[in-house]
């Protein structure tokens, strides 16, 4: 018995007593924490395309605000948003609908980023932009991903109650007089600002993964909004971890161990939920035909 | 139940104003489809104002643009004499949804959605006050709902859902309320309570805009009537405006149909119908 609890041990704690994992670790949960709040706003207002758009289109501005010295999460934000804007006015101007323009104007940020990365490619720097670069990580980096992440906490933490009403119902927060254009904007800044939180731990291409995920895995947990949002942290926090073990033992790229720790995450709330779950509702089915129709409440239909 | 305030005696002083001013509304969606056309029209502060018309009839865009949500392409829009911009600062518009606009799956309870009736007058940090949780308890209550205050909104009928969403336009208590077809999908007794509390509201001073399919209860109601098909058809007072001409020329042939099937008189113009002459308006 304690033989085996020494074998986790030894597996699942003793690899952070590196430095750089322990680094890894705190840095990725960090993202997670990040990604996790916003992805529960996110995911409830449907705009699950527009993080992946503004994820992959900071790129440009990244890469610009390097060669200007200029905050990357200054160059991220401004880039990011412009491309949402362009495609809502692409929307706007066109019978082009808005997944449509939102899929143009972002692969071709991307595109442009990808272009300005090979002409500055001398610097080593942009390769981990893409994939995430977990293991090394520099004091430099740190200090962006710390301030980007700190900003949109700090954005989340002050507006909280009107990014819930927001994304739930857009004119009920007009009509309660809240500036609905600010509120937009906050949310894609606060999209922007953990995309970078998230680059090292993720890297840019599967940082919609972070953004997505947490929130979906909240909403089939709980039918409350900040318990939601909770166990999507854990849920994160808890794949950076493990992703982070799977990658040091069998020496993988840690990004994707995270990202694939966090499907298979998914996949078990998604049968295992005790609310929306997939075993629940085979379960609860069965106890209502059998209990004919005592229940007040409409039966669910999603 | 409402505190004399300011704002009552004020309505009391300019009681008879106009509180909706429209002039030569056009409104249009970027697909082509002009959803109102050159619509003018006005309604009195503190009365209810039934808005009719088939379906497609450019009703709810009307509400839109009453929010600001629908650009107009021309004319404009007055609300109790201010730029409608300026007043949604001032909370005077309370709305109330088509229920298909909802996402039901939200996670949040029926007492977080009727606060969020109160979320522009709380204070910076949006920390509910005694008084926002004293009007949510009571709005809940008027609407009969405190007993599932903590359920999920999609765990409730439908006549329960347009319950909660009334409740949340009572608990922000504004000057003006909308309601965007309040009574369909719901039974009798719950139309009769909503039509109950609407009533109360307007006595208090509100005025009340109630988008409707229901033709049979609009004249034990409303104190004004607006037909809508694209254009104005008519507006005005109940008793001038409720004609079965009117309808007929709103509907179309339906209605012309059913009256002649109830022994109304289509054809004659300025007999304003009661309401046992009034088929319901097939959904
Ligand atoms: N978002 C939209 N985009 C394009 N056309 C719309 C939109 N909403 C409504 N319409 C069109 O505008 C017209 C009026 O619609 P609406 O105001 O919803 O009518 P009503 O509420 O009276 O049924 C309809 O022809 C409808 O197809
Ligand atoms: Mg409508």
């Not at chain 1, 927060?173 to 999209?191: E, F, H, I, S």
């Amino acid at each position: 018995m304690s033989n085996s609890w020494h074998a986790v041990w030894q597996w699942a704690i003793v690899p952070f007593t590196f430095d750089f994992m322990w680094e890894a670790l705190w840095v990725g949960c960090f993202g997670a924490l990040c990604c996790a709040v916003v992805s529960c706003f996110v995911v409830s207002k449907g705009w699950s395309l527009v993080g992946d758009a503004v994820s992959h289109a900071v790129l440009p501005g990244i890469i610009l605000a390097w060669l200007a010295a200029v905050p990357l999460l200054v160059g991220a934000m401004v880039s990011g948003i412009l491309c949402v804007l362009l495609a809502g006015w692409v929307n706007r101007r066109s019978r082009i609908k808005a997944d449509t323009a939102l899929g143009i104007c972002f692969t071709g940020f991307l595109a442009l980023g990808l272009i300005l990365m090979s002409t500055v490619s001398s610097n080593v720097h942009f390769s981990h932009v893409l994939l995430g670069h977990l293991l090394g990580i520099t004091q430099e980096a740190r200090l962006q991903l710390l301030s980007a992440g700190g900003l949109a906490l700090l954005i989340v933490a002050c507006r909280f109650s009107d990014l819930k009403l927001f994304c739930f119902d857009a004119v009920q927060a007009r009509v309660a007089g809240l500036n609905t254009t600010v509120l937009n904007m906050l949310l894609l800044m606060c999209l922007a600002l953990t995309t970078i939180a998230t680059l090292q731990a993720v890297g840019l291409v599967q940082a919609i993964a972070m953004l997505v995920t947490p929130g979906a895995i909240g909403t089939l947990m709980s039918r409350r909004f900040v318990t939601g949002m909770m166990i999507g942290i854990a849920a994160s926090m808890l794949a950076v971890w493990s992703g982070l073990l799977i990658a040091f033992h069998a020496n993988l790229s840690p990004g994707s161990c995270i990202v694939l720790v966090q499907f298979a995450l998914f996949l078990l709330t998604l049968i295992g939920s005790p609310y929306r779950g997939y075993l629940a509702r085979r379960w609860r089915g069965r106890r209502r035909i059998s209990s004919e129709e005592g229940s007040p409440l409409p039966v669910r239909s999603v | 139940m409402r505190t004399p305030s300011l704002r009552g005696l004020a309505l009391t002083a300019n009681n008879g104003s106009i509180a909706v001013d429209i002039q030569h509304l056009s409104v249009g969606y970027s697909n082509g489809v002009i959803a109102l056309d050159d619509v003018s029209a006005q309604l009195p502060s503190g009365a209810i104002c039934a808005v009719l018309g088939a379906n497609g009839g450019g009703k709810s865009t009307l509400c839109k643009a009453l929010m600001g949500i629908q650009r107009p392409h021309r004319g404009s829009v007055r609300l109790f004499g201010g730029a409608v911009n300026r007043m949604l600062k001032r909370n005077t518009i309370a709305y109330v949804p088509q229920s298909d606009d909802i996402d039901w799956d939200f996670p949040v309870s029926v007492q977080d959605v009727v606060m969020m009736g109160r979320q522009g007058q709380m204070n910076w940090l949006r920390i509910p006050s005694r008084d926002d949780k004293r009007r949510v308890a009571q709005s809940l209550e008027r609407v009969g709902m405190q007993a599932v205050a903590r359920r999920q909104i999609g765990e409730l009928s439908g006549g329960q859902k347009k319950r909660v969403f009334i409740a949340r336009a009572l608990a922000q208590h504004a000057r003006l309320m909308l309601l965007d077809e309040p009574f369909t999908g719901v039974d009798m007794t719950t139309e009769n309570d909503l039509l109950d509390i609407l009533r109360e509201e307007r006595n208090a001073g509100t005025t009340i805009m109630v988008v409707t399919h229901n033709l049979s209860s609009v004249p034990d109601y409303s104190d004004q009537v607006m037909m809508l098909n694209r254009r104005v058809i008519a507006c005005g007072p109940t008793a001038h405006t409720f004609t079965a001409t009117h309808l007929g020329n709103t509907f179309g042939g339906v209605v012309n149909e059913l009256l002649k099937v109830t022994g109304a008189v289509a054809g004659e113009g300025n007999v304003a119908m009661s309401r046992s002459q009034l088929p319901e308006y097939p959904q």
